[in-house]
């Protein structure tokens, strides 16, 4: 069961905020965030696990809401090198062996 | 700069072909996972190694398989090569159920 992820893309000017969010029909142990810019791998930015904690890096931040099975990235004050595509992963279970279910990604665009 | 390295970067193949794309994990991580990620998808799981043996498997015919070496490597093996299989295939490696680090990728094009 694939996450949803919204919005589909996302256009900010510089120093502007924007919220990505990602949804499953799941339970979910965890949520991992990514970031991949064109032609590269995705690069981790962060996990959060049950129990609703929130994470930040940077001007990153992130939620993790377990009744709603639901996670936000908070991007504020955006910068040029934000640019590129979000993908939310879940992981449904606390077991080695378990993989991540990617969403089909959020793109954001950050012009000067 | 991950650790995780994948080779080789590019690979063009035939239709009908097989393949064998590397991976070699980050120093001291145990699992490896493989993804299949096409234009404008998020990366797709094909399964995934710990420990060296396969541990977890994605909706993909068995024409797509692996293994995994004592010192964590992995290759991925895909056999009859059909034109959707173009894709980039990444490998992540991960302690566990800690946070995965991906390679570069492997860009295959089928023709």
């Known amino acids: 069961q694939q996450p949803v992820q919204s919005p589909q893309a996302v256009i900010l000017r510089e120093g502007e905020d924007a919220v990505i969010n990602c949804s499953s029909s799941?339970?979910?142990?965890?949520v991992h965030w990514y970031r991949q810019k064109h032609g590269e791998a995705p690069v981790f930015l962060m996990i959060?696990?049950?129990?609703?904690e929130q994470k930040g890096h940077d001007k990153i931040s992130a939620s993790f809401n377990e009744k709603k099975q639901q996670s936000s990235l908070y991007l504020t004050a955006s910068q040029l090198s934000y640019s590129g595509t979000y993908f939310c992963?879940?992981?449904?279970?606390?077991?080695?062996?378990?993989?991540?279910?990617f969403g089909k990604g959020t793109t954001l665009s950050v012009s000067s | 700069e991950t650790g995780v390295t994948q080779s080789p970067t590019h690979l063009i193949k035939t239709r009908g072909q097989q393949v064998t794309l590397r991976c070699s994990s980050q120093?001291?991580?145990?699992?490896v996972s493989w993804y299949q990620q096409a234009l404008g998808q998020g990366p797709q799981f094909i399964f995934q190694?710990?420990?060296?043996?396969?541990?977890g498997r994605g909706n993909f015919p068995p024409r797509f398989s692996g293994l995994q070496f004592p010192n964590y490597s992995s290759e991925l093996n895909v056999n009859a090569l059909e034109l959707d299989d173009s894709a980039l295939y990444l490998c992540?490696?991960?302690?566990?159920?800690?946070?995965?680090?991906f390679g570069q990728g492997t860009r295959l094009t089928v023709v």
């Open positions: 959060l696990l049950k129990g609703g």
């Open positions: 120093s001291g991580h145990n699992t």
């Open positions: 992963g879940t992981d449904p279970r606390n077991q080695a062996g378990t993989a991540l279910i």
């Open positions: 992540a490696s991960s302690l566990e159920t800690g946070k995965a680090f």
């Open positions: 799941k339970a979910l142990y965890s």
């Open positions: 190694y710990y420990r060296e043996e396969e541990n």
